[in-house]
């Protein structure tokens, strides 16, 4: 990006205020960047070094960074989500075995999964293929309300083989179950974020109540005195700290 392209000509691009790309015509690196600086402080960033002129988009690195990286996991988590199942069968199965068969590719559609179907042939069955071949078409067409087949059946061999995949409608469906899923997994771990914190701040208030209680009970008792004229130990007290003579007997008297 900026002074790193290596290229003098670019193809110049810039996001629009309505949020989509804007082309900014062809011009030179250094009025492309110039022109970078002018929007703000963004960065040249090149987007193709492939074409003539080579193309490069004005935009803020990081945040741009940020979408790829984010864009690339959810390819990747996608990509990953889609798997391709195998369902094996002989060419003259019984309906007891085909419904077996059918109701697996039947669960493995609807998980959002390709599913390879094949007629395994042993020795001269091999001449049958065109019973092989209608049995595939039977078993598309018995889930044709969820998948649709990939080309044609082919034969490899001894194996006649085929790929069915699920419609647009179902992979639809089991995208808008897999987010709703998500945001219940997610509203429910706010949820129990919540709680702690509650909880948290309950169990740092009782500890407050409870060092405020410990705190008085450790305070050391205040005497009280009661001075009660009439109480004899009290006037004993007095006698004893200003003696007693006839003198006294007859100043108090």
Same mark, same amino acid.
């Given at each position: 990006m900026n002074n790193e392209i290596e290229f003098d000509e670019l193809r110049v691009t810039a996001l629009s205020s309505s949020g989509k790309d804007e082309a900014l015509g062809v011009m030179s690196k250094s009025e492309a960047i110039?022109? #970078?600086k002018e929007m703000g402080g963004l960065d040249l960033i090149l987007i193709n070094a492939q074409t003539k002129p080579p193309v490069c988009k004005i935009a803020d /690195?990081?945040? /741009? %960074?940020?979408i790829k990286e984010k864009k690339a996991k959810e390819l990747k988590k996608n990509s990953k989500a889609s798997e391709l199942k195998d369902v094996k069968m002989s060419y003259n199965i019984g309906d007891h075995d085909y419904q077996v068969r059918l109701k697996n590719a039947s669960k493995f559609i609807v998980q959002g999964n390709r599913v390879r179907c094949t007629v395994v042939f042993k020795? %001269?069955? *091999?001449?049958h @293929?065109?019973?092989? *071949? #209608?049995l595939l078409y039977k078993l598309q067409d018995d889930l044709a309300d969820i998948c649709t087949m990939e080309g044609k059946p082919r034969r490899e061999g001894r194996f006649l083989a085929c790929v069915i995949s699920p419609r647009q409608e179902v992979?639809?469906?089991?995208g808008e179950k897999k987010r709703a899923t998500d945001k219940a997994k997610r509203k429910e771990k706010d949820m129990q974020r919540q709680e702690k914190a509650e909880s948290i701040t309950t169990v740092s208030e009782d500890d407050a #109540? *409870? *060092? #405020?209680a410990e705190g008085e009970e450790s305070k050391p008792p205040v005497p009280v005195l009661n001075l009660n004229e009439d109480d004899e130990s009290v006037n004993e007290s007095l006698d004893d700290l200003l003696g007693g003579d006839d003198l006294? @007997?007859?100043l108090f008297s």
């Open positions: 110039a022109k #970078a /690195y990081s945040k /741009y %960074r940020y020795g %001269r069955e *091999v001449q @293929d065109k019973i092989g *071949v #209608a992979v639809k469906k089991i #109540a *409870v *060092v #405020a006294t @007997d007859d």
